[in-house]
Protein backbone atom coordinates (compact mmCIF):
# COMPACT_ATOMS: atom_id res chain seq x y z
CA UNK A 1 0.00 0.00 0.00
CA UNK A 2 1.47 3.52 -1.26
CA UNK A 3 -0.67 5.87 1.02
CA UNK A 4 0.14 6.13 4.62
CA UNK A 5 -2.66 8.56 6.18
CA UNK A 6 -1.33 11.03 9.41
CA UNK A 7 -3.35 13.70 8.90
CA UNK A 8 -5.66 13.02 6.52
CA UNK A 9 -7.24 9.87 8.68
CA UNK A 10 -10.12 11.53 9.57
CA UNK A 11 -11.06 13.02 6.31
CA UNK A 12 -14.14 11.57 4.88
CA UNK A 13 -14.88 9.98 8.28
CA UNK A 14 -16.38 12.83 10.16
CA UNK A 15 -18.48 15.79 9.47
CA UNK A 16 -16.21 18.87 9.21
CA UNK A 17 -18.95 20.77 10.61
CA UNK A 18 -18.65 18.80 13.69
CA UNK A 19 -16.69 19.46 16.77
CA UNK A 20 -18.05 16.03 19.10
CA UNK A 21 -16.93 13.49 15.66
CA UNK A 22 -13.58 15.26 16.13
CA UNK A 23 -13.21 14.81 19.59
CA UNK A 24 -14.41 11.17 19.17
CA UNK A 25 -11.31 10.42 17.09
CA UNK A 26 -8.86 11.94 19.60
CA UNK A 27 -9.27 15.52 18.68
CA UNK A 28 -8.13 17.83 20.53
CA UNK A 29 -6.02 15.62 23.13
CA UNK A 30 -2.78 16.19 21.88
CA UNK A 31 -3.75 20.10 22.80
CA UNK A 32 -4.32 18.81 26.02
CA UNK A 33 -0.82 16.87 26.22
CA UNK A 34 0.76 19.99 24.79
CA UNK A 35 -0.49 21.74 27.50
CA UNK A 36 1.26 19.69 30.28
CA UNK A 37 4.56 19.68 28.51
CA UNK A 38 6.74 22.53 29.12
CA UNK A 39 6.92 25.07 25.80
CA UNK A 40 10.69 23.98 25.02
CA UNK A 41 10.07 20.30 24.65
CA UNK A 42 6.78 20.95 22.34
CA UNK A 43 10.04 22.79 19.72
CA UNK A 44 12.19 19.96 20.81
CA UNK A 45 9.59 17.69 19.44
CA UNK A 46 9.21 19.06 15.97
CA UNK A 47 13.14 19.88 15.45
CA UNK A 48 13.31 15.81 16.48
CA UNK A 49 10.71 15.34 13.83
CA UNK A 50 12.62 17.38 11.33
CA UNK A 51 9.59 18.76 10.25
CA UNK A 52 10.15 21.07 6.90
CA UNK A 53 7.22 23.46 5.55
CA UNK A 54 4.84 21.80 3.33
CA UNK A 55 3.39 25.12 1.58
CA UNK A 56 6.77 25.00 -0.54
CA UNK A 57 9.82 26.13 0.36
CA UNK A 58 10.57 22.99 2.98
CA UNK A 59 12.04 25.80 5.40
CA UNK A 60 12.42 23.94 9.14
CA UNK A 61 9.28 24.21 11.23
CA UNK A 62 11.10 24.29 14.02
CA UNK A 63 13.55 27.34 13.31
CA UNK A 64 10.74 29.59 12.97
CA UNK A 65 9.28 28.43 16.07
CA UNK A 66 12.17 29.02 18.08
CA UNK A 67 12.93 32.52 16.39
CA UNK A 68 8.92 33.60 17.17
CA UNK A 69 9.25 32.16 21.01
CA UNK A 70 12.62 34.21 21.49
CA UNK A 71 11.05 37.33 20.59
CA UNK A 72 9.94 39.70 23.57
CA UNK A 73 6.52 41.42 23.01
CA UNK A 74 3.13 41.82 24.22
CA UNK A 75 1.89 40.35 20.89
CA UNK A 76 2.88 38.00 18.69
CA UNK A 77 1.11 36.69 15.74
CA UNK A 78 0.47 33.03 14.38
CA UNK A 79 -0.87 32.82 10.82
CA UNK A 80 -2.00 29.84 8.60
CA UNK A 81 -1.55 30.58 4.77
CA UNK A 82 -4.12 29.04 2.88
CA UNK A 83 -3.97 30.98 -0.02
CA UNK A 84 -3.61 28.35 -2.44
CA UNK A 85 -3.14 29.67 -5.49
CA UNK A 86 -0.91 27.59 -6.95
CA UNK A 87 -2.53 25.85 -10.33
CA UNK A 88 -2.67 22.03 -9.90
CA UNK A 89 -2.72 22.35 -5.53
CA UNK A 90 -6.20 21.92 -4.19
CA UNK A 91 -4.53 19.77 -1.07
CA UNK A 92 -5.09 22.63 1.63
CA UNK A 93 -8.38 22.82 0.62
CA UNK A 94 -9.38 19.27 1.28
CA UNK A 95 -7.86 19.74 4.58
CA UNK A 96 -9.97 22.74 5.27
CA UNK A 97 -12.90 21.17 4.24
CA UNK A 98 -12.92 17.87 5.35
CA UNK A 99 -10.66 18.52 8.78
CA UNK A 100 -10.66 22.03 9.36
CA UNK A 101 -10.74 21.12 13.34
CA UNK A 102 -7.12 19.88 12.50
CA UNK A 103 -5.58 22.85 11.64
CA UNK A 104 -7.06 24.98 14.20
CA UNK A 105 -5.58 22.30 17.05
CA UNK A 106 -2.18 22.36 15.12
CA UNK A 107 -2.52 26.58 15.53
CA UNK A 108 -3.20 26.44 19.37
CA UNK A 109 -0.09 24.26 19.35
CA UNK A 110 2.16 26.57 18.31
CA UNK A 111 0.35 29.67 20.25
CA UNK A 112 1.39 27.93 22.89
CA UNK A 113 4.95 27.02 22.20
CA UNK A 114 5.94 30.28 20.97
CA UNK A 115 4.03 32.57 22.97
CA UNK A 116 1.43 33.53 20.50
CA UNK A 117 -1.80 35.92 21.31
CA UNK A 118 -3.60 36.27 18.21
CA UNK A 119 -4.01 34.08 15.50
CA UNK A 120 -5.65 34.72 11.69
CA UNK A 121 -5.99 31.81 9.19
CA UNK A 122 -5.61 33.70 5.87
CA UNK A 123 -7.98 31.97 2.87
CA UNK A 124 -8.10 32.45 -0.63
CA UNK A 125 -11.25 34.71 -1.44
CA UNK A 126 -12.43 31.69 -3.95
CA UNK A 127 -12.50 29.36 -0.56
CA UNK A 128 -15.92 30.05 0.05
CA UNK A 129 -16.65 26.91 1.54
CA UNK A 130 -13.54 26.82 3.62
CA UNK A 131 -13.99 30.45 4.76
CA UNK A 132 -17.43 29.81 6.10
CA UNK A 133 -16.14 26.07 7.69
CA UNK A 134 -13.44 27.41 9.12
CA UNK A 135 -15.62 30.35 10.91
CA UNK A 136 -18.18 27.37 12.28
CA UNK A 137 -14.96 25.47 13.25
CA UNK A 138 -13.43 28.14 15.11
CA UNK A 139 -16.83 29.32 17.03
CA UNK A 140 -17.47 25.11 18.27
CA UNK A 141 -13.89 25.70 19.25
CA UNK A 142 -14.53 28.91 21.17
CA UNK A 143 -17.61 27.20 22.89
CA UNK A 144 -15.62 24.24 24.34
CA UNK A 145 -13.06 26.54 25.40
CA UNK A 146 -10.21 25.24 23.36
CA UNK A 147 -9.74 29.20 22.26
CA UNK A 148 -10.24 32.61 24.02
CA UNK A 149 -9.04 33.09 27.47
CA UNK A 150 -7.55 30.65 29.83
CA UNK A 151 -7.73 27.79 27.56
CA UNK A 152 -8.61 24.84 29.59
CA UNK A 153 -7.46 26.45 32.73
CA UNK A 154 -4.08 27.40 31.73
CA UNK A 155 -3.11 30.95 31.68
CA UNK A 156 -2.87 30.85 28.14
CA UNK A 157 -4.75 33.35 26.19
CA UNK A 158 -5.20 32.67 22.62
CA UNK A 159 -8.19 32.92 19.80
CA UNK A 160 -8.14 33.25 16.10
CA UNK A 161 -9.86 35.00 12.94
CA UNK A 162 -10.29 34.38 9.20
CA UNK A 163 -9.37 36.85 6.65
CA UNK A 164 -9.57 35.84 3.16
CA UNK A 165 -7.90 37.55 0.16
CA UNK A 166 -8.73 38.82 -3.65
CA UNK A 167 -7.44 36.00 -5.53
CA UNK A 168 -4.26 37.39 -5.77
CA UNK A 169 -1.30 34.41 -6.44
CA UNK A 170 1.24 36.81 -4.96
CA UNK A 171 -0.54 36.96 -1.65
CA UNK A 172 0.85 33.82 -1.32
CA UNK A 173 4.08 35.04 -0.45
CA UNK A 174 4.29 35.91 3.75
CA UNK A 175 5.30 39.41 3.29
CA UNK A 176 2.55 40.06 0.27
CA UNK A 177 0.03 38.77 2.71
CA UNK A 178 0.82 40.34 5.62
CA UNK A 179 0.52 43.52 3.33
CA UNK A 180 -3.16 42.28 2.11
CA UNK A 181 -4.00 41.83 5.74
CA UNK A 182 -3.15 45.14 7.12
CA UNK A 183 -4.95 46.59 4.12
CA UNK A 184 -2.27 47.43 1.85
CA UNK A 185 -1.49 46.25 -2.06
CA UNK A 186 -0.17 42.94 -2.23
CA UNK A 187 3.48 43.31 -2.61
CA UNK A 188 6.22 41.70 -0.79
CA UNK A 189 8.91 43.60 0.78
CA UNK A 190 12.53 43.73 1.03
CA UNK A 191 14.32 40.87 3.19
CA UNK A 192 15.02 41.27 6.68
CA UNK A 193 13.85 41.70 8.56
CA UNK A 194 11.82 38.19 8.52
CA UNK A 195 8.61 37.93 9.70
CA UNK A 196 9.28 36.18 13.21
CA UNK A 197 11.01 39.56 14.30
CA UNK A 198 8.82 42.09 12.32
CA UNK A 199 6.17 40.77 10.67
CA UNK A 200 2.26 41.93 10.64
CA UNK A 201 2.00 45.71 12.09
CA UNK A 202 5.62 45.18 13.28
CA UNK A 203 5.10 42.68 15.47
CA UNK A 204 6.85 38.76 15.41
CA UNK A 205 4.94 36.58 13.45
CA UNK A 206 5.17 32.96 12.29
CA UNK A 207 3.66 31.72 8.55
CA UNK A 208 3.28 28.45 8.44
CA UNK A 209 0.86 26.42 5.44
CA UNK A 210 -2.19 23.91 6.07
CA UNK A 211 -0.71 21.09 5.64
CA UNK A 212 2.40 21.97 7.85
CA UNK A 213 -0.34 23.27 10.79
CA UNK A 214 -2.28 20.09 10.14
CA UNK A 215 0.88 18.19 10.82
CA UNK A 216 1.91 18.98 14.29
CA UNK A 217 -0.72 17.28 16.09
CA UNK A 218 0.49 13.98 15.06
CA UNK A 219 3.79 14.88 15.94
CA UNK A 220 2.90 15.75 19.65
CA UNK A 221 0.83 12.56 19.68
CA UNK A 222 4.03 9.73 18.27
CA UNK A 223 6.45 12.13 18.91
CA UNK A 224 9.18 14.19 17.20
CA UNK A 225 11.42 10.65 17.19
CA UNK A 226 8.87 8.37 15.71
CA UNK A 227 7.54 10.62 13.08
CA UNK A 228 11.53 11.17 11.39
CA UNK A 229 11.49 7.32 10.79
CA UNK A 230 8.91 7.87 8.14
CA UNK A 231 9.99 9.04 4.87
CA UNK A 232 13.52 9.53 4.58
CA UNK A 233 16.39 11.36 5.89
CA UNK A 234 15.96 14.82 4.81
CA UNK A 235 12.61 14.41 4.08
CA UNK A 236 10.34 12.99 7.46
CA UNK A 237 7.03 12.05 7.16
CA UNK A 238 3.90 12.41 4.72
CA UNK A 239 2.95 14.67 2.13
CA UNK A 240 -0.18 15.05 0.75
CA UNK A 241 -0.22 15.52 -3.28
CA UNK A 242 -2.64 16.63 -5.47
CA UNK A 243 -2.75 14.54 -8.58
CA UNK A 244 -4.53 16.00 -11.48
CA UNK A 245 -4.32 16.19 -15.40
CA UNK A 246 -4.47 13.46 -17.95
CA UNK A 247 -4.99 11.10 -15.29
CA UNK A 248 -7.51 8.08 -14.58
CA UNK A 249 -8.19 9.11 -10.52
CA UNK A 250 -7.67 12.98 -9.84
CA UNK A 251 -7.89 13.49 -6.06
CA UNK A 252 -5.21 14.24 -3.31
CA UNK A 253 -3.20 11.19 -1.89
CA UNK A 254 -1.36 10.71 1.69
CA UNK A 255 2.40 9.44 1.07
CA UNK A 256 5.29 9.16 2.87
CA UNK A 257 8.40 11.02 1.82
CA UNK A 258 10.13 8.49 -0.51
CA UNK A 259 8.07 6.65 -3.03
CA UNK A 260 8.66 7.26 -6.27
CA UNK A 261 6.32 9.82 -8.93
CA UNK A 262 5.85 6.70 -11.51
CA UNK A 263 4.11 4.62 -7.89
CA UNK A 264 1.68 7.77 -7.51
CA UNK A 265 0.95 8.03 -10.82
CA UNK A 266 0.38 4.08 -11.72
CA UNK A 267 0.02 2.84 -8.29
CA UNK A 268 -2.65 5.70 -6.62
CA UNK A 269 -3.80 7.30 -10.46
CA UNK A 270 -4.69 4.58 -12.30
CA UNK A 271 -2.16 5.72 -15.32
CA UNK A 272 -2.93 7.50 -17.99
CA UNK A 273 -6.49 7.83 -19.43
CA UNK A 274 -6.53 6.01 -22.44
CA UNK A 275 -2.88 4.11 -22.30
CA UNK A 276 -1.96 6.84 -23.94
CA UNK A 277 1.93 7.73 -23.41
CA UNK A 278 2.88 10.16 -21.01
CA UNK A 279 4.72 13.39 -22.33
CA UNK A 280 5.82 14.88 -19.62
CA UNK A 281 4.70 15.76 -15.61
CA UNK A 282 4.72 18.62 -14.27
CA UNK A 283 5.70 19.09 -10.45
CA UNK A 284 4.91 21.39 -7.48
CA UNK A 285 2.12 22.88 -9.58
CA UNK A 286 2.84 25.47 -12.06
CA UNK A 287 5.88 26.93 -10.91
CA UNK A 288 7.57 23.90 -10.81
CA UNK A 289 9.67 21.93 -13.13
CA UNK A 290 8.90 19.98 -16.11
CA UNK A 291 10.51 16.15 -16.61
CA UNK A 292 10.26 13.79 -19.16
CA UNK A 293 8.63 10.28 -18.39
CA UNK A 294 12.23 8.51 -17.91
CA UNK A 295 12.61 10.45 -14.79
CA UNK A 296 9.90 8.91 -13.22
CA UNK A 297 11.46 6.57 -11.07
CA UNK A 298 12.68 9.53 -9.24
CA UNK A 299 12.07 9.83 -5.29
CA UNK A 300 10.01 12.34 -4.07
CA UNK A 301 12.37 13.99 -1.52
CA UNK A 302 13.27 17.40 -0.74
CA UNK A 303 16.94 16.81 -0.82
CA UNK A 304 16.40 14.74 -4.88
CA UNK A 305 14.61 17.54 -5.88
CA UNK A 306 16.62 20.18 -5.46
CA UNK A 307 19.34 18.63 -7.61
CA UNK A 308 17.85 20.16 -10.21
CA UNK A 309 17.15 23.42 -9.34
CA UNK A 310 13.26 23.03 -7.40
CA UNK A 311 11.45 21.78 -4.41
CA UNK A 312 9.21 19.71 -3.95
CA UNK A 313 6.76 22.37 -4.17
CA UNK A 314 3.37 22.04 -2.59
CA UNK A 315 2.62 18.88 -3.66
CA UNK A 316 1.11 18.78 -7.50
CA UNK A 317 1.59 16.40 -9.97
CA UNK A 318 0.14 17.10 -13.27
CA UNK A 319 0.38 14.33 -15.52
CA UNK A 320 0.52 15.89 -19.52
CA UNK A 321 0.18 12.77 -22.20
CA UNK A 322 1.40 13.05 -25.51
CA UNK A 323 -1.16 14.55 -27.71
CA UNK A 324 0.35 18.09 -25.67
CA UNK A 325 2.77 20.56 -26.77
CA UNK A 326 5.42 21.82 -24.39
CA UNK A 327 5.41 25.18 -25.86
CA UNK A 328 1.36 25.49 -25.15
CA UNK A 329 2.19 24.58 -21.74
CA UNK A 330 5.21 26.82 -21.04
CA UNK A 331 3.10 29.61 -22.68
CA UNK A 332 0.39 29.00 -20.79
CA UNK A 333 2.62 29.16 -17.54
CA UNK A 334 4.43 31.96 -18.34
CA UNK A 335 1.36 34.24 -19.43
CA UNK A 336 -0.54 33.28 -15.79
CA UNK A 337 2.62 34.58 -13.96
CA UNK A 338 2.60 37.68 -16.03
CA UNK A 339 -0.93 38.79 -15.28
CA UNK A 340 -0.17 37.39 -11.23
CA UNK A 341 3.01 39.40 -10.82
CA UNK A 342 2.64 42.36 -8.21
CA UNK A 343 4.78 44.26 -10.40
CA UNK A 344 6.77 45.74 -7.72
CA UNK A 345 10.43 44.78 -9.43
CA UNK A 346 11.56 45.36 -12.98
CA UNK A 347 13.12 41.39 -13.39
CA UNK A 348 9.83 40.05 -12.97
CA UNK A 349 7.00 42.70 -14.38
CA UNK A 350 9.25 43.30 -17.06
CA UNK A 351 10.71 39.81 -17.54
CA UNK A 352 7.18 37.53 -17.99
CA UNK A 353 5.86 39.88 -21.14
CA UNK A 354 9.78 38.85 -22.68
CA UNK A 355 9.73 35.64 -21.83
CA UNK A 356 6.06 34.82 -23.15
CA UNK A 357 6.94 36.98 -26.70
CA UNK A 358 10.36 34.60 -27.02
CA UNK A 359 7.77 31.00 -26.33
CA UNK A 360 5.50 32.92 -29.18
CA UNK A 361 8.07 32.44 -31.67
CA UNK A 362 9.07 29.00 -30.94
CA UNK A 363 5.00 28.28 -31.35
CA UNK A 364 5.14 30.30 -34.69
CA UNK A 365 8.29 28.07 -35.58
CA UNK A 366 10.21 32.03 -35.92
CA UNK A 367 12.70 31.28 -33.36
CA UNK A 368 16.38 30.95 -33.99
CA UNK A 369 19.40 29.80 -31.82
CA UNK A 370 19.75 33.07 -30.02
CA UNK A 371 16.49 32.56 -29.08
CA UNK A 372 17.81 29.58 -26.98
CA UNK A 373 20.11 31.02 -25.61
CA UNK A 374 17.84 34.20 -24.53
CA UNK A 375 15.12 32.65 -23.31
CA UNK A 376 17.63 30.39 -21.13
CA UNK A 377 19.57 33.73 -19.86
CA UNK A 378 16.66 35.47 -19.50
CA UNK A 379 14.80 33.31 -17.19
CA UNK A 380 17.80 32.81 -15.30
CA UNK A 381 17.98 36.61 -14.49
CA UNK A 382 14.50 36.27 -13.54
CA UNK A 383 14.88 33.48 -11.48
CA UNK A 384 17.96 34.98 -9.30
CA UNK A 385 16.66 38.85 -9.69
CA UNK A 386 13.24 38.96 -8.37
CA UNK A 387 12.34 39.70 -4.51
CA UNK A 388 9.81 37.01 -4.33
CA UNK A 389 9.30 33.47 -4.85
CA UNK A 390 7.00 33.85 -7.76
CA UNK A 391 9.43 35.47 -9.95
CA UNK A 392 12.10 33.20 -8.34
CA UNK A 393 10.15 29.98 -9.16
CA UNK A 394 8.04 31.26 -12.47
CA UNK A 395 10.45 29.95 -14.65
CA UNK A 396 11.40 26.67 -13.53
CA UNK A 397 9.93 25.25 -15.99
CA UNK A 398 11.76 27.13 -18.67
CA UNK A 399 14.77 25.91 -17.43
CA UNK A 400 13.83 22.42 -16.62
CA UNK A 401 12.30 22.04 -20.28
CA UNK A 402 15.35 23.49 -22.01
CA UNK A 403 17.53 20.99 -19.84
CA UNK A 404 14.82 17.62 -20.56
CA UNK A 405 13.41 18.94 -23.32
CA UNK A 406 16.11 20.88 -25.76
CA UNK A 407 15.37 18.68 -28.15
CA UNK A 408 11.99 20.44 -28.91
CA UNK A 409 13.48 23.71 -29.32
CA UNK A 410 16.25 23.19 -32.21
CA UNK A 411 13.41 21.23 -34.21
CA UNK A 412 11.69 24.55 -33.83
CA UNK A 413 14.63 26.76 -34.82
CA UNK A 414 14.66 28.40 -38.64
CA UNK A 415 18.53 28.01 -39.16
CA UNK A 416 20.04 27.91 -42.61
CA UNK A 417 21.65 24.77 -41.77
CA UNK A 418 18.17 22.55 -40.90
CA UNK A 419 17.56 20.00 -43.68
Not at 94 to 112: C, F, R, S, T
Not at 211 to 216: A, D, G, L, R, V
Not at 397 to 414: C, G, K, N
Request: charged share 25%; proline share 4%.
Amino acid sequence: MIERKLISKRCGKINPLSIDEYIALNGYENLKKALHMERTEIIEEVQKAYLRGRGGAGFPTAIKMMGLAKEVSKDKYIICNADEGEPGNFKDRYLLENDPHQVIEGMIIVAYATGGTHGIVYVRGEYQKSISLLKWTIDEARKKGFLGQSILGKDFHFDIEVRSGAGSYVCGEEFALIESIEGHPGRTRVKPPFPTHQGLFGKPTLINNVETFSTIPTIIDITGKEFAKIGTPSSTGTKLLSLSGNIKNKGVYEVPYGVTIRDVIFGLGGGVEDQRKIKMVQLGGACGPIIPEYMLDMMIDFERFEEFESKTGAGAIIVIDERFDVFTILLKTIRFFQHESCGKCTPCREGHIQLGNLIEKFIERKATMQDIASLESLARVIHQASLCGLGQTSPTAIIASLRYFRDDYIDRVEHPFKV
